[in-house]
């Protein structure tokens, strides 16, 4: 399938806009943005969560770059309806010339109910339904649906879409998502997770587009990791491991769960019980070294770019990374010095 616009060939790398109120102005952001793609960067990615719309913020990215895809990343399959979400898309490809990506995801039920105030019940089983019917609309469809969650027919999109096909991602972490990922989705973009989940991804994802009559090469492997440059790296490694505390800290966790199947049991062990007894502050101190290195990129720039290098090497089809500073300035020489010689 296609999964960008069609052109130069781009750098297998993506920038992860990450939640920039924390860190940076709008502005700063756009010019980050545009920055990434005078570079080469293949896509940016914007999240949703608790905060602005996801949705007003790719359409200003897209309206600020030229030829960098965008990706949505993650929009949840409950608060925004299956014809919502396709029509959303189909416009922002359309006024992009085709550069727009749409990560999906089931979320988690501090979002969903929290937040949406909606009961968080079978996400695979929404996202499944979503991604149906998101197809069928950009195929203006209008044959009935008959899923457990949504029901449709009758209706047609009421615009040809720039593309049928346009790309959708999905934010998998657990083996479950994975094979719903390898069944139906174009991209693969794990977030806090080792780096090891690159091959263990791989082998279900495979193994389930086999089944499903794909080919695993229609899938898009995208990693995204925390960057953090700087020539000592003791200096930055306890940002990697407070975020890694807040993410593995619950029993609950799904993140946990893959990280202790690939390996890190009694890392997650460890991070448990101490977040149990003082929250994410203590729980950050009992995160490995091991574990925060392979869950985030950290070092020198040339150091970032070597692992870069390797991690491409080991099948990622792209790798994402976290805006690393503040402003433009601050990122080029980031930004461009990790781009691996290969591709440069």
């Given at each position: 399938m296609n999964t960008q616009k069609q052109g130069p060939k781009r750098i297998p790398l993506g920038l992860n806009l990450g939640i920039w109120d924390r860190m940076t102005t709008w502005d700063q952001a756009l010019d980050i943005a545009r920055l990434a793609d005078e570079l080469g960067y293949d896509c940016l990615m914007i999240p949703e969560s608790f905060g602005r719309d996801g949705v007003s913020l790719c359409d200003r990215l897209l309206a600020a770059t030229e030829n960098i895809n965008v990706c949505f990343g993650i929009a949840n399959v409950f608060s925004r309806s299956p014809a919502v979400l396709a029509s959303t898309a189909a416009t922002l490809d359309e006024l992009s010339g085709g550069r727009f990506i749409l990560g999906l995801g089931g979320s988690t039920p501090n979002l969903v109910e929290g937040w949406h105030g909606l009961e968080f019940k079978a996400p695979l089983a929404r996202t499944r339904e979503a991604i149906a019917i998101c197809r069928k609309i950009w195929a203006r469809d209008r044959s009935p649906f008959e899923g457990k969650f949504f029901r449709t027919g009758g209706v047609k999109l009421s615009f040809e879409p720039l593309r049928e096909e346009i790309p959708i991602w999905h934010g998998a972490v657990l083996d479950r998502g994975l094979q719903v990922c390898g069944e139906l989705a174009d991209g693969w973009?794990?977030?806090?997770?080792?780096?090891?989940?690159?091959?263990?991804?791989?082998?279900?994802?495979?193994?389930?587009?086999?089944?499903?009559?794909?080919?695993?090469?229609?899938?898009?492997?995208?990693?995204?990791?925390?960057?953090?440059?700087?020539?000592d790296t003791e200096q930055v490694l306890p940002l990697a491991k407070f975020g890694i505390a807040m993410y593995y800290g619950q029993a609950s966790s799904?993140?946990?769960?893959?990280?202790?199947?690939?390996?890190?049991?009694?890392?997650?062990q460890e991070i448990q019980a101490a977040y149990q007894?003082?929250?994410?502050?203590?729980?950050?101190?009992?995160?490995?070294?091991?574990?925060?290195?392979?869950?985030?990129?950290?070092g020198s720039v040339t150091e970032c770019r070597s692992r870069i290098d390797h991690l491409l090497s080991e099948r990622a089809d792209r790798v994402v990374v976290t805006l690393p500073a503040a402003t433009r300035a601050e990122c080029e020489p980031i930004l461009s010095g990790i781009i691996p010689a290969r591709y440069q």
């Open positions: 973009v794990p977030a806090n997770l080792p780096a090891e989940c690159i091959s263990w991804g791989r082998g279900i994802l495979a193994s389930q587009a086999a089944a499903s009559g794909r080919d695993i090469d229609a899938v898009t492997v995208a990693p995204t990791f925390q960057l953090l440059a700087h020539d799904p993140y946990a769960i893959a990280a202790a199947a690939l390996g890190y049991e009694e890392d997650v007894e003082g929250g994410a502050e203590k729980a950050s101190a009992a995160v490995s070294d091991r574990l925060a290195h392979s869950i985030s990129i950290a």
